[in-house]
């Protein structure tokens, strides 16, 4: 999210001390029209004024001493040139780089005109401070937001200038209640004001002092001193500086144009070997290649991993002394593989396997014990990569993401335990329940909130990792690596786990990989298996197409095909297969989850949906398939609604507007969406006449069919406004508080239905 202050919209907007002289010209001016003595005592107000430092407590003298009517045309005047100006470039780059929402401090609006022309969406959600009981809905949607917190230009009732006003703004509940979810649940970028200033800083101190980490935030400032930094640094905020030679800020949008053109680079060649923690054998010398074949597996295994554990501790030439290495033992490191569940054979490097529990791709998965008799999962890869250096780097990467994973106690990911190279495995704690793939195959999901679940669960277990100070990506998500722990035990109670973060290996169509058998392709983010200009697999939205094609796989119950995304039919697929589960208690619940599929499997990288878009939806979705009665989403009740309403069953779903049309062949329009300011939802009804009907008919019918129409409708609650009637053209506008419609569905959507009957001509 963006947080900006007047520095954004300057200089076409005076700031605060501009204003501030701006109005002092006011207050002189009329100084001059009075009489000695008020002009004297005027002045010493003036003088007052100008001596205090706290823009707050000076613009409170300021309008008590203007009067309202000047102090509120002064500042219009001063903010005039904001309706006709382009708005500065740094609003329209915040839009580009989908933010979810932006707190503005200003009353100008350019942020809102900016939204309008980068988003094409001529209605954004827009929210003044004064609104804060309905403040909370905002976090509850996908659609990006605009909350003018102090206000904005066109209604002074809205303005937040004083000290008194800005008090009475923060004593409010639910508007403190907002700012802090904003400042524990996002990132915010600080842009274009004092961080420390009270309408910023008081949330972030009061976090602080209650020791509630809220994330790192950003202040992009050209402000240098220590004292600003060490303020910003105690509540939380990273200080990103530039600097503003004649107050020239143009390195401020250089910084946008650095944000949007950056692609992550591919990841760093991984070169240190991995050695297994049990791997301890004194050594007084490596055997000689041809002596050392001929040993025992388990003692190979040892020998190696012993000697490769000394050549790390020493630490010259690893990197030239461990090639050599792995050519000349290389029909030992072979050796090395062989592994056994027979009893007597069945030790890997202390560990003892005691049957294989699987096999697939990657290699065969071995149920196991440790040292203290403890389950474990052993994953012992393919042989194949022990002369490939790209494969050997890239098995490094996962060791490394699961050992950080492990650290840092991700809930969720199944605790990684140990790992080797020599042969090539992992060892992790057993989990007790299918893989995803077994239990949708299986059929064990097959009801929608069983399927929602699993994905909101996987959605914020991903992106708890890509939230990570180290932003571990899993670059591999499909269904045999996500586990239901406890499913067959407690079935009321089992949990999501992950396995398998970037463990995976893809570099381009040309390259060779460890993944054998094409259906698991289909998986996999287009950047993933084809090298596309521009784009990286260090992207999370790698992982919001895994997510989006595991998905589908749940509600299909099928692999979906390499580049199934790219086909024509790719949306119809997806929506029949979603529609073949019919949801009794909300309705619109698979044509929604369609459309979450597909907007998390589009091509371009930059257009899919984010980890926190996909798991804010599965939670609404959850909540409509097990408590349909407590749906609060607004959006959702606008489509559901239409959704139950035959008139708008084939509806459009327009995703900016939150808005359910149908225009029909007759010349009738019907519209549903969402007045966010208000909690309603609003009804737009349009009839024109078509040209085939009889005119004298349509005359005679139009104006009793409208009424008839707003007669039922305000029978169910809707207030109507006086519809327009004009030449073979029926204009009606009706809306009803979501309340209302959260309790009343089923009648509401009946009765819409016989109104919009109404309007059939005879």
Known sequence: MAWVGSGLSAPLIPTWAPLKRRLIQALNDKSQSLVRNDRDALQRHVAAIVGQGNPWIAFEMLQKHLGAATFRETIREAVRPAETADPPASYRYLWRLRIRGLINLNID???????VQETANETPREFTGAQGTQLGFLLKENRPFILNLHGNADDSSTWVFTKSQLEDLMATPSYGEFIRSCLLSNTILFLGLSADDLAVGGHLEALAKLNIQSGTHYWVTSRADLATDQWAEAVGIRVIRYEAPANDHSAVDQMFEDLLTFVPPEDPPETMPVVSSSASLALGGLPAPGELEKRDAEVIRRTLNSFVQRMLERGNNTDREYTQFRRDYDEAIHRAWYVS?????????????????????????????????????????????RNNTELLQSFRRGVRSMHILSKRK?????????????????????????????????????????????????????RAAHELPERVLHR?????????????????????????FDLSWHRGSTEKSVVFGSTLYGYLAPEQIQRLHGVSTRHSAVDSFGLGMTLFFMVSGRDPIPDEHRH??????????????????????????????????????AKRWDLAQIENELTHLLEAATTPKLVDNLDLLVEELATRASILADHTWNEDAGAASRELPTGLRVSLRGEARSRAVALEVDWGATGVQEHKKVHKWIAPAGEN???????????????????????????IDAEIVRRRLAELSSQLDRAMERLRLP
């Open 109 to 115: 609006r350019l942020a809102t005109k900016a939204c």
């Open 341 to 385: 569940t027979e009893p007597g054979r069945n030790k890997l490097l202390g560990y003892k396997l005691e049957s294989q529990a699987a096999q697939g791709a990657f290699g065969t998965v071995y149920q196991a014990v440790g040292s203290s008799g403890e389950p474990l999962a052993i994953k012992v890869l393919l042989v194949d990569i």
């Open 410 to 462: 991700v809930d969720g990911v199944v605790e990684y335990r140990d790992s080797s190279e020599i042969p090539a495995f992992v060892v992790m704690d057993w989990v007790e329940g299918p893989s995803l793939q077994e239990a949708v195959k299986s059929k064990l999901l097959q009801d929608w909130d069983m399927v929602l679940r699993v994905g909101k669960y996987l959605a914020r277990i991903i």
């Open 476 to 500: 591999d998500l499909r269904p045999s690596n996500v586990m239901l722990k406890d499913f067959y035990t407690d079935p009321h109670d089992w949990r999501v786990v992950v396995l398998d």
């Open 568 to 605: 024509a039919q790719w949306t119809d697929i997806v929506r029949r297969a979603c529609r073949a589960h019919p949801s009794d208690g909300w309705s619109s619940l698979p044509e929604r989850t369609a459309r979450l599929i597909l907007n998390a499997t589009q091509e371009a990288q």
């Open 709 to 735: 129409c707003a007669a039922i409708l305000r029978s169910v609650g809707w207030t109507v406004s006086p519809y327009e009637i004009d030449t073979g053209v029926l204009r009606l506008r009706a809306s």
